[in-house]
């Protein structure tokens, strides 16, 4: 009981220093975040785990002394899934609360009404989603895939299962068009025609999946062809509902998503699931030291067991340990010294890979996995890059498609242009 007592007071005793330096620290002030992810509306699902990451690695990030000495402090907001309250919410953060940076926004609506804002008041944003590409700016920093490092390696490994004929399915939004533009384009240069090549658009929430499924069934009956789904949100509770009921397999023909985490998984869990792909840069099941400490500390911090991580859950890990190592190491939070400080800037993710951050396109040079979907609501890896895949934001495949004209671009330079295409 003694020892016990002493054990006891001697956790006291480290408490209060630990708590006294807290609030010697706040004398220099709190340093302040933005966190801009939806916590209303459709996007809630995939955007409330990413906002209760940051809290978790903000209060690690304070019980470990902080940034620069001083306490982080998170200013949480609530965009409601609209994407002109994400311009609007990233203005009130860094011009009413001061924020340093902010870590937030998931579809690329959202991102383009955020990313004038950030530019125009030279603040930083770190987006975690995977997305189109065709964007570069110097105030965003893109943790999450390129096409190139995505949708292309999932075509590749198709091809080179023998898939010659490919149907392009995705919800009508600004991702799963221009994604779709780049595959098209990639897949001609690889000898595939267009009579091989199928392309189909639903909204939202879409649930009457019969007629795009016979359609399916149809184009791939010489059993040669695969699906490549960007469909998005609780539609895929429908289609792959709608494919089972057809008798569309994963053996007759196969669907490889560039949408669907291990997030989503729950809700879709079945045999009709069983056996389908997913393409990522990171899948909650990778067997990595890194890897379980992210998960273990996930888990801990949700006080659930079996919570799973995914994607975007890392990239917004990265983006979270990049800004602070970038800040520590500048001495200050000033923007353009971060941004500086961030150029050419590395760590090993809970991938087990060690990433970087690129220096002129501020999009990260990170691995690629495929995993094979299970019943029981699980993607284990059955692909894995052997290095880094870099971003390539300005998409070559696109971008020589005469047929649909040159892509528009977002702030860049001549020089980082040049660099891209000759790629």
């Given at each position: 009981?003694?020892?016990?007592?002493?054990?006891?007071?001697?956790?006291?005793?480290?408490?209060?220093?630990?708590?006294?330096s807290?609030?010697?620290?706040?004398e220099s002030?709190?340093?302040k975040?933005?966190?801009?992810h939806?916590?209303?509306?459709t996007?809630t699902?995939s955007?409330?785990p990413?906002?209760?990451l940051l809290?978790m690695?903000?209060?690690?990030?304070?019980?470990q002394?902080?940034?620069?000495?001083?306490p982080?402090?998170?200013?949480?907001?609530?965009?409601r899934?609209?994407p002109?309250?994400?311009?609007?919410q990233?203005?009130?953060?860094?011009?009413?609360?001061?924020?340093s940076?902010?870590?937030?926004?998931w579809?690329?609506?959202?991102?383009?009404?955020?990313?004038?804002?950030v530019e125009?008041?030279n603040?930083?944003?770190?987006?975690p989603?995977?997305y189109?590409?065709e964007e570069?700016?110097?105030n965003?920093?893109?943790?999450?895939?390129?096409?190139?490092?995505?949708?292309?390696?999932?075509?590749d490994?198709?091809?080179?299962?023998?898939?010659?004929?490919?149907f392009?399915?995705?919800?009508d939004?600004?991702?799963?068009?221009?994604?779709n533009?780049i595959?098209?384009?990639?897949?001609?240069s690889?000898g595939?025609?267009?009579?091989?090549?199928?392309?189909?658009?639903?909204?939202?929430?879409?649930?009457?999946?019969?007629?795009?499924?016979?359609?399916?069934k149809?184009f791939?009956?010489?059993?040669?062809a695969?699906?490549?789904t960007?469909?998005?949100?609780?539609?895929?509770?429908?289609?792959?509902?709608?494919l089972?009921e057809?008798?569309?397999t994963?053996?007759?023909?196969?669907?490889?998503?560039?949408?669907?985490?291990?997030?989503?998984?729950?809700?879709?869990?079945g045999?009709?699931l069983?056996?389908?792909l997913?393409?990522?840069?990171?899948?909650h099941?990778?067997?990595?030291p890194e890897n379980?400490?992210?998960?273990?500390d996930?888990?801990?911090f949700?006080?659930?067991p079996?919570?799973?991580?995914?994607?975007p859950?890392?990239?917004?890990?990265?983006?979270?340990?990049?800004?602070?190592?970038?800040?520590e190491?500048?001495?200050?939070?000033?923007?353009?010294?971060v941004?500086?400080?961030?150029?050419g800037?590395?760590?090993?993710?809970?991938?087990?890979?060690?990433?970087?951050?690129?220096?002129?396109?501020?999009?990260?040079?990170?691995p690629?996995f495929?995993?094979?979907?299970?019943?029981?609501?699980?993607?284990?890896?059955?692909?894995?890059s052997?290095s880094?895949?870099?971003?390539?934001?300005?998409?070559?495949?696109?971008?020589?498609?005469?047929?649909?004209g040159p892509?528009?671009?977002?702030k860049?330079?001549d020089?980082?242009?040049?660099?891209a295409?000759?790629?």
């Open positions: 009981m003694i020892g016990t007592a002493k054990e006891l007071i001697g956790r006291s005793q480290g408490l209060v220093s630990t708590v006294g807290y609030f010697d620290n706040l002030g709190a340093i975040i933005g966190i801009l939806s916590l209303s509306g996007m699902a955007e409330r990413l906002q209760e809290v690695m903000i209060e690690q990030c304070n019980a002394g902080g940034v620069l000495g001083r982080l402090e998170a200013v949480i907001m609530d965009p899934s609209e002109k309250r994400y311009a609007e990233a203005k009130s953060l860094i011009e009413e609360h001061g924020v940076a902010i870590f937030g926004c579809t690329s609506a959202s991102r383009k009404e955020v990313l004038p804002v125009s008041l603040s930083l944003l770190f987006y989603s995977q189109e590409g570069e700016s110097s965003i920093f893109y943790t999450g895939a390129t096409p190139q490092q995505q949708a292309i390696p999932a075509v490994y198709l091809l080179a299962q023998g898939k010659k004929r490919f392009l399915l995705g919800t939004t600004i991702y799963p068009r221009t994604t533009a595959l098209t384009a990639y897949l001609h690889k595939i025609k267009q009579n091989a090549i199928a392309e189909h658009y639903t909204p939202f929430d879409h649930r009457d999946w019969v007629d795009t499924v016979a359609w399916i149809r791939g009956a010489g059993g040669d695969a699906i490549i960007t469909v998005s949100g609780d539609a895929n509770i429908y289609f792959f509902r709608e089972a057809q008798d569309v994963a053996q007759s023909i196969p669907a490889m998503t560039l949408s669907i985490g291990e997030a989503e998984l729950p809700a879709l869990a045999p009709e069983a056996g389908h997913a393409a990522w840069n990171y899948l099941e990778i067997d990595s379980r400490r992210f998960v273990h996930w888990r801990r949700s006080g659930a079996n919570v799973v991580t995914d994607d859950m890392e990239a917004t890990w990265i983006g979270f340990n990049l800004w602070t190592k970038a800040v190491k500048a001495g200050m939070t000033d923007t353009d010294s941004r500086t400080a961030l150029a800037m590395n760590l090993v993710a809970p991938s087990g890979y060690e990433v970087v951050m690129d220096e002129a396109n501020h999009h990260l040079h990170k690629g495929i995993g094979r979907m299970t019943a029981d609501a699980r993607i284990v890896p059955i692909w894995h052997e880094l895949l870099a971003p390539r934001p300005w998409s070559p495949w696109l971008l020589t498609d005469a047929s649909r892509a528009r671009k977002a860049t330079t020089k980082t242009e040049a660099l295409i000759a790629s």
